[in-house]
């Protein structure tokens, strides 16, 4: 039984649960994701302080869905590393772009900004279509610490101070929408600031990125490419997302209906959520699955 399962079940937010193990929220979310540390023995242990504090539900009372579930994926755990890599304050800061690819809703934006919310020294900006140099400066000054300065100099100047002792990952999303002149700015800012900036889009953000050799020399490899969410990964989502098992037929099932895709996963988890709860079951049946639509 999995710790994510026992606070789905106990109806426990991230944030009780880290008051109850004395922690913070962001180790409580690593060792549900597994990406802690030795996450195993810590989950072990949590889940035994749980019990001593008669949270011991194993099977939650009605379908419910936590939306803020990262499952840990060959794309989850390839993302997680590069940020790492790009993020150590021992590591090089030569190459010190990355780069994270992949088809539409895969589920990049979901990882993107879990990481950031769970790494202090790292921060989440989406590109906006349309913006300026200058919009893009601020919504970065904002990301790495809620100040928007007005020019383009003092945001630069503002940058290069706030990164200078202390190294911080910047993640762009929709990073596919960027102009090249936008890319080279990164690039910019990456060198003279030395600060190391993880770029996620879609595929078109590598075709760009390739055609300007001064930018596809400081990519770090390997780049990561999402892969679609297969049965698996969904078995492994409704565990640790809504407490319940599902078999392999269902989750196939399920996979067929999402083609991949991590947001339709979601939103067929939240629809069977409604279905359960109006009918009083915990559980996901064919029946349930046929009137999706």
Known sequence: MSLRTILTANRLSLGKAAKIFGCDKSTVSKICSQTYPAWEQKEEEYIALLKEKGYTKTVPDEFTVDTDVVIPTRSVAAFNSLADDLSDPEGSQSSSLGMVIGTAERGKTHTARWYAETHEDACYVLFIEKSTCVQLLRDICEALANV??????????????????????????????????????????????????????????????????????????????????????????????????????????????????????????????????????????PEMIGKLG
Do not use: Q
């Open 148 to 285: 928007r300065p007005i020019t383009f100099g003092n945001c630069l100047n503002f940058i290069h101070e706030h990164c200078d002792n202390r190294r911080r990952l910047i993640i762009i999303d929709e990073a596919d929408k960027m102009p090249v002149a936008f890319l080279e700015l990164i690039r910019g800012i990456n060198e003279r600031c030395k600060v190391p900036v993880l770029l996620a889009g879609e595929e078109a953000l590598k075709s760009k990125i390739d055609r300007v050799p001064r930018l596809r020399s400081r990519i770090r490899r390997p780049v990561v490419l999402y892969d679609s969410v297969g049965a698996v990964d969904i078995a492994a989502y409704y565990a640790l997302a809504c407490g319940i098992e599902i078999d392999l037929e269902t989750a196939e099932a399920l996979a067929k209906r999402s083609r991949g895709a991590w947001r339709s996963l979601v939103n067929d988890a939240l629809a069977l959520a409604r279905m359960g709860r109006a009918s009083g079951i915990a559980t996901v049946t």
